[in-house]
Protein backbone atom coordinates (compact mmCIF):
# COMPACT_ATOMS: atom_id res chain seq x y z
CA UNK A 1 0.00 0.00 0.00
CA UNK A 2 1.36 3.67 -1.02
CA UNK A 3 -0.10 6.32 1.23
CA UNK A 4 1.40 8.33 -1.75
CA UNK A 5 -0.75 7.21 -4.35
CA UNK A 6 -3.76 6.64 -1.97
CA UNK A 7 -7.15 8.03 -2.30
CA UNK A 8 -7.39 10.36 1.57
CA UNK A 9 -10.85 10.56 2.68
CA UNK A 10 -10.32 14.10 4.48
CA UNK A 11 -12.32 14.87 8.02
CA UNK A 12 -14.35 11.69 8.08
CA UNK A 13 -17.19 11.71 10.56
CA UNK A 14 -17.10 8.82 12.77
CA UNK A 15 -19.82 6.85 13.37
CA UNK A 16 -20.41 4.41 17.10
CA UNK A 17 -20.91 0.99 16.27
CA UNK A 18 -23.39 -0.29 17.96
CA UNK A 19 -21.68 -3.02 20.29
CA UNK A 20 -19.25 -0.38 21.53
CA UNK A 21 -21.70 0.20 24.09
CA UNK A 22 -21.69 -3.24 25.66
CA UNK A 23 -17.92 -3.06 26.06
CA UNK A 24 -14.58 -2.33 24.37
CA UNK A 25 -12.42 -5.35 23.45
CA UNK A 26 -11.30 -7.70 20.37
CA UNK A 27 -14.13 -6.55 17.39
CA UNK A 28 -15.42 -3.80 19.06
CA UNK A 29 -14.00 0.00 18.42
CA UNK A 30 -15.60 3.36 19.03
CA UNK A 31 -15.09 4.82 15.95
CA UNK A 32 -16.53 3.49 12.57
CA UNK A 33 -17.28 4.91 8.89
CA UNK A 34 -19.15 3.47 6.00
CA UNK A 35 -16.83 3.88 2.56
CA UNK A 36 -19.56 3.35 -0.06
CA UNK A 37 -19.23 2.49 -3.92
CA UNK A 38 -17.05 0.21 -4.25
CA UNK A 39 -16.96 -2.81 -6.69
CA UNK A 40 -17.37 -6.06 -5.84
CA UNK A 41 -14.34 -8.60 -6.42
CA UNK A 42 -11.55 -5.95 -6.12
CA UNK A 43 -9.00 -5.83 -3.37
CA UNK A 44 -9.04 -2.22 -1.75
CA UNK A 45 -7.09 -1.39 1.12
CA UNK A 46 -7.28 0.94 4.21
CA UNK A 47 -5.43 2.84 6.22
CA UNK A 48 -5.93 5.19 9.27
CA UNK A 49 -3.97 7.97 10.05
CA UNK A 50 -4.59 11.12 12.71
CA UNK A 51 -3.77 15.07 11.93
CA UNK A 52 -3.77 17.77 13.66
CA UNK A 53 -5.25 20.89 13.38
CA UNK A 54 -2.00 23.55 12.48
CA UNK A 55 -2.17 25.16 9.33
CA UNK A 56 0.52 22.89 8.42
CA UNK A 57 -0.98 19.66 9.97
CA UNK A 58 0.91 17.14 11.54
CA UNK A 59 0.48 13.88 10.49
CA UNK A 60 1.49 10.46 11.88
CA UNK A 61 2.92 8.29 10.32
CA UNK A 62 0.72 4.85 11.07
CA UNK A 63 1.44 1.97 8.69
CA UNK A 64 -1.65 -0.53 9.43
CA UNK A 65 -3.71 -1.42 7.13
CA UNK A 66 -6.18 -3.77 6.46
CA UNK A 67 -7.55 -5.34 2.71
CA UNK A 68 -10.90 -5.81 2.27
CA UNK A 69 -12.79 -7.21 -0.95
CA UNK A 70 -16.37 -5.93 -1.16
CA UNK A 71 -18.24 -9.15 -2.10
CA UNK A 72 -21.52 -9.92 -3.99
CA UNK A 73 -24.68 -10.75 -3.19
CA UNK A 74 -24.47 -14.04 -0.86
CA UNK A 75 -25.65 -17.13 -2.90
CA UNK A 76 -25.46 -21.13 -2.59
CA UNK A 77 -25.37 -23.75 -5.29
CA UNK A 78 -27.67 -26.88 -4.79
CA UNK A 79 -25.83 -29.79 -5.74
CA UNK A 80 -24.61 -33.19 -3.68
CA UNK A 81 -20.98 -33.88 -3.54
CA UNK A 82 -19.55 -37.16 -3.12
CA UNK A 83 -16.23 -37.29 -0.83
CA UNK A 84 -14.17 -39.56 -3.16
CA UNK A 85 -11.06 -37.02 -3.91
CA UNK A 86 -12.88 -36.89 -7.94
CA UNK A 87 -13.82 -33.36 -8.83
CA UNK A 88 -15.63 -33.99 -11.92
CA UNK A 89 -19.17 -33.55 -9.73
CA UNK A 90 -18.41 -29.93 -9.14
CA UNK A 91 -19.23 -29.28 -12.76
CA UNK A 92 -21.15 -26.13 -13.08
CA UNK A 93 -20.15 -24.60 -9.36
CA UNK A 94 -18.99 -21.01 -10.05
CA UNK A 95 -15.68 -20.32 -8.26
CA UNK A 96 -16.16 -17.79 -4.99
CA UNK A 97 -12.54 -16.02 -5.63
CA UNK A 98 -9.40 -16.42 -7.17
CA UNK A 99 -5.98 -16.03 -4.97
CA UNK A 100 -2.08 -15.18 -5.42
CA UNK A 101 0.55 -17.22 -4.52
CA UNK A 102 3.06 -15.99 -2.32
CA UNK A 103 5.51 -17.89 -0.06
CA UNK A 104 2.98 -19.01 2.36
CA UNK A 105 3.31 -22.97 2.78
CA UNK A 106 0.00 -23.25 1.49
CA UNK A 107 -1.92 -20.79 -0.85
CA UNK A 108 -5.49 -21.05 -1.90
CA UNK A 109 -5.71 -20.28 -5.31
CA UNK A 110 -9.06 -20.89 -6.30
CA UNK A 111 -12.42 -22.11 -3.57
CA UNK A 112 -16.18 -23.12 -4.60
CA UNK A 113 -19.05 -24.30 -2.17
CA UNK A 114 -22.44 -25.99 -2.72
CA UNK A 115 -24.87 -27.76 -0.84
CA UNK A 116 -27.50 -30.27 -0.16
CA UNK A 117 -30.51 -30.35 2.61
CA UNK A 118 -27.75 -32.56 4.30
CA UNK A 119 -24.32 -31.39 3.48
CA UNK A 120 -22.37 -28.02 2.92
CA UNK A 121 -19.41 -28.46 0.99
CA UNK A 122 -16.14 -27.19 -0.07
CA UNK A 123 -13.67 -27.92 -3.06
CA UNK A 124 -10.46 -25.78 -2.73
CA UNK A 125 -7.01 -25.75 -4.71
CA UNK A 126 -3.87 -25.17 -3.74
CA UNK A 127 -0.66 -24.01 -5.55
CA UNK A 128 1.37 -26.68 -4.57
CA UNK A 129 0.82 -30.07 -3.27
CA UNK A 130 0.54 -30.12 0.23
CA UNK A 131 -1.58 -32.47 3.47
CA UNK A 132 -4.41 -29.65 3.93
CA UNK A 133 -6.27 -30.42 7.09
CA UNK A 134 -3.67 -32.40 8.47
CA UNK A 135 -2.08 -29.34 10.97
CA UNK A 136 -3.24 -27.15 13.52
CA UNK A 137 -2.43 -24.39 10.64
CA UNK A 138 -5.56 -24.55 8.18
CA UNK A 139 -8.99 -23.53 9.00
CA UNK A 140 -12.31 -23.41 8.04
CA UNK A 141 -14.51 -20.31 9.92
CA UNK A 142 -17.62 -20.02 9.79
CA UNK A 143 -19.42 -16.68 10.41
CA UNK A 144 -22.74 -17.46 10.99
CA UNK A 145 -24.22 -13.96 11.64
CA UNK A 146 -22.88 -11.97 8.84
CA UNK A 147 -21.10 -9.78 11.73
CA UNK A 148 -17.62 -9.30 11.88
CA UNK A 149 -17.88 -7.56 15.00
CA UNK A 150 -19.28 -10.83 16.61
CA UNK A 151 -17.32 -14.03 17.74
CA UNK A 152 -14.07 -15.01 17.33
CA UNK A 153 -11.87 -12.40 15.48
CA UNK A 154 -9.91 -14.27 13.50
CA UNK A 155 -6.00 -13.39 12.45
CA UNK A 156 -5.31 -11.58 9.19
CA UNK A 157 -8.88 -11.35 8.69
CA UNK A 158 -11.91 -9.03 9.33
CA UNK A 159 -13.88 -11.62 9.87
CA UNK A 160 -16.24 -12.80 13.37
CA UNK A 161 -16.54 -16.30 13.39
CA UNK A 162 -18.85 -18.45 15.45
CA UNK A 163 -17.88 -21.61 14.59
CA UNK A 164 -14.35 -23.28 13.11
CA UNK A 165 -13.12 -26.67 12.05
CA UNK A 166 -9.20 -27.49 12.76
CA UNK A 167 -7.66 -31.33 12.22
CA UNK A 168 -11.72 -32.29 11.45
CA UNK A 169 -12.96 -31.23 15.08
CA UNK A 170 -15.20 -28.27 15.28
CA UNK A 171 -15.20 -25.57 18.11
CA UNK A 172 -17.88 -23.31 19.47
CA UNK A 173 -16.37 -20.06 19.22
CA UNK A 174 -19.92 -17.48 19.62
CA UNK A 175 -18.69 -15.98 22.73
CA UNK A 176 -15.60 -14.33 21.01
CA UNK A 177 -12.92 -17.53 22.55
CA UNK A 178 -10.94 -19.56 20.29
CA UNK A 179 -12.70 -23.05 21.58
CA UNK A 180 -15.84 -22.28 23.94
CA UNK A 181 -16.80 -26.17 23.72
CA UNK A 182 -17.18 -28.88 20.80
CA UNK A 183 -19.52 -28.85 17.62
CA UNK A 184 -21.39 -31.89 17.73
CA UNK A 185 -22.77 -34.43 14.70
CA UNK A 186 -20.45 -32.03 12.91
CA UNK A 187 -20.10 -34.66 9.98
CA UNK A 188 -16.24 -33.69 8.73
CA UNK A 189 -14.74 -35.24 5.79
CA UNK A 190 -12.15 -34.33 3.16
CA UNK A 191 -10.68 -36.06 0.19
CA UNK A 192 -7.99 -37.45 -0.68
CA UNK A 193 -6.52 -38.03 2.12
CA UNK A 194 -2.66 -37.37 2.49
CA UNK A 195 -0.25 -34.63 -0.05
CA UNK A 196 -2.38 -33.64 -3.14
CA UNK A 197 -3.06 -30.28 -5.16
CA UNK A 198 -7.09 -30.02 -4.59
CA UNK A 199 -9.13 -30.88 -1.73
CA UNK A 200 -13.15 -31.21 -1.30
CA UNK A 201 -14.77 -31.40 2.00
CA UNK A 202 -17.72 -31.56 3.71
CA UNK A 203 -19.60 -30.25 6.91
CA UNK A 204 -23.13 -31.27 8.10
CA UNK A 205 -25.86 -28.75 7.94
CA UNK A 206 -26.91 -30.62 11.17
CA UNK A 207 -24.07 -29.66 13.52
CA UNK A 208 -24.43 -28.30 16.82
CA UNK A 209 -22.98 -25.84 19.10
CA UNK A 210 -22.79 -27.08 23.01
CA UNK A 211 -26.32 -26.97 24.14
CA UNK A 212 -28.08 -27.84 21.13
CA UNK A 213 -28.44 -25.16 18.54
CA UNK A 214 -28.07 -25.53 15.32
CA UNK A 215 -24.81 -23.86 13.56
CA UNK A 216 -26.65 -23.40 10.29
CA UNK A 217 -29.50 -21.62 9.48
CA UNK A 218 -31.70 -20.41 6.79
CA UNK A 219 -30.01 -16.68 6.68
CA UNK A 220 -26.47 -16.11 4.54
CA UNK A 221 -23.46 -17.21 6.73
CA UNK A 222 -19.78 -16.08 5.56
CA UNK A 223 -17.23 -18.66 5.20
CA UNK A 224 -13.17 -18.70 5.65
CA UNK A 225 -10.39 -20.48 4.73
CA UNK A 226 -7.53 -19.64 6.77
CA UNK A 227 -4.11 -21.03 7.00
CA UNK A 228 -2.17 -19.03 10.06
CA UNK A 229 1.40 -19.22 9.41
CA UNK A 230 0.79 -16.71 6.30
CA UNK A 231 -1.75 -15.59 7.52
CA UNK A 232 -3.46 -17.32 4.15
CA UNK A 233 -7.16 -16.12 3.83
CA UNK A 234 -9.90 -17.02 1.63
CA UNK A 235 -10.81 -14.24 1.36
CA UNK A 236 -9.58 -11.34 4.45
CA UNK A 237 -13.75 -11.00 4.62
CA UNK A 238 -14.82 -14.49 4.01
CA UNK A 239 -17.08 -15.80 1.23
CA UNK A 240 -20.71 -15.26 1.88
CA UNK A 241 -22.58 -17.94 1.19
CA UNK A 242 -26.88 -18.84 1.61
CA UNK A 243 -27.72 -22.36 1.89
CA UNK A 244 -29.39 -22.96 -2.34
CA UNK A 245 -33.23 -25.03 -1.74
CA UNK A 246 -33.36 -28.22 -3.37
CA UNK A 247 -34.46 -28.09 -7.26
CA UNK A 248 -37.76 -29.82 -7.58
CA UNK A 249 -38.39 -32.00 -10.67
CA UNK A 250 -38.65 -32.45 -13.79
CA UNK A 251 -42.26 -33.97 -13.59
CA UNK A 252 -42.87 -36.96 -15.71
CA UNK A 253 -46.24 -37.74 -16.96
CA UNK A 254 -47.92 -41.33 -18.62
CA UNK A 255 -50.43 -42.75 -19.67
CA UNK A 256 -51.38 -46.67 -19.52
CA UNK A 257 -54.90 -47.57 -20.58
CA UNK A 258 -57.46 -45.33 -18.92
CA UNK A 259 -55.12 -44.50 -16.79
CA UNK A 260 -52.69 -41.24 -16.10
CA UNK A 261 -49.42 -41.21 -14.04
CA UNK A 262 -47.31 -38.42 -12.71
CA UNK A 263 -44.19 -39.02 -11.25
CA UNK A 264 -40.25 -37.68 -10.32
CA UNK A 265 -37.44 -38.16 -8.16
CA UNK A 266 -35.99 -36.13 -5.33
CA UNK A 267 -37.89 -33.59 -3.20
CA UNK A 268 -41.25 -31.70 -3.62
CA UNK A 269 -44.60 -32.36 -2.66
CA UNK A 270 -46.97 -32.58 -5.88
CA UNK A 271 -50.05 -30.23 -6.36
CA UNK A 272 -52.41 -29.48 -8.55
CA UNK A 273 -54.85 -26.78 -9.46
CA UNK A 274 -57.52 -26.26 -12.81
CA UNK A 275 -55.55 -22.75 -13.95
CA UNK A 276 -51.73 -22.83 -14.12
CA UNK A 277 -51.87 -19.35 -12.75
CA UNK A 278 -54.08 -19.75 -9.48
CA UNK A 279 -53.29 -18.81 -6.56
CA UNK A 280 -54.56 -21.56 -4.88
CA UNK A 281 -52.92 -25.17 -5.26
CA UNK A 282 -54.32 -28.56 -3.66
CA UNK A 283 -51.16 -30.56 -1.93
CA UNK A 284 -51.56 -34.50 -2.71
CA UNK A 285 -49.35 -35.08 0.57
CA UNK A 286 -49.29 -39.38 0.26
CA UNK A 287 -48.68 -39.42 -2.92
CA UNK A 288 -44.87 -40.88 -2.82
CA UNK A 289 -43.09 -40.14 -5.59
CA UNK A 290 -45.91 -40.99 -8.09
CA UNK A 291 -49.58 -40.51 -8.60
CA UNK A 292 -51.95 -42.36 -10.64
CA UNK A 293 -55.96 -41.05 -11.44
CA UNK A 294 -57.98 -41.91 -14.54
CA UNK A 295 -58.32 -40.19 -17.54
CA UNK A 296 -61.02 -38.15 -19.01
CA UNK A 297 -61.97 -35.41 -16.51
CA UNK A 298 -61.56 -32.02 -16.13
CA UNK A 299 -58.16 -30.33 -17.12
CA UNK A 300 -55.74 -30.25 -14.29
CA UNK A 301 -52.72 -28.53 -13.72
CA UNK A 302 -49.76 -30.38 -11.74
CA UNK A 303 -46.60 -29.18 -10.39
CA UNK A 304 -44.18 -29.66 -7.18
CA UNK A 305 -43.58 -27.16 -4.37
CA UNK A 306 -41.24 -27.59 -1.45
CA1 LIG B 1 -16.18 -35.63 -5.54
CA1 LIG C 1 -19.92 -13.27 13.58
Same mark, same amino acid.
Given at each position: MSFAAATKLARVPPGLPGNYSLGTGPGSYPYCCKVTGLQNGLNYYFAVRAKDSSSSPREDTNAVSIAVVPGTMASGNYKT? @?? $????? $????????????? $???????????????????????KLSSPYALFSNYYTHLFVDTDENAQTGYP????????????? @????YDQRNGNFNAGAISNLGWAFAPAGSALEFEFQVSLDAQYPGGAKVFGTNACRLLLQDNRGPETAVETGIPYILARPQLGPLLI??????????? @???? @?????????ANSWTSLTNAGYSYTFEAGGSRQFFRLAE
Open positions: I @TM $DGSFS $DWAGVPWACQGAV $DGNPVNFTQVQFANDTSYLYGHVVTGALFGSEMMIE @TGYGAQSGGLITISW @TGPG @TLQFSDSPT
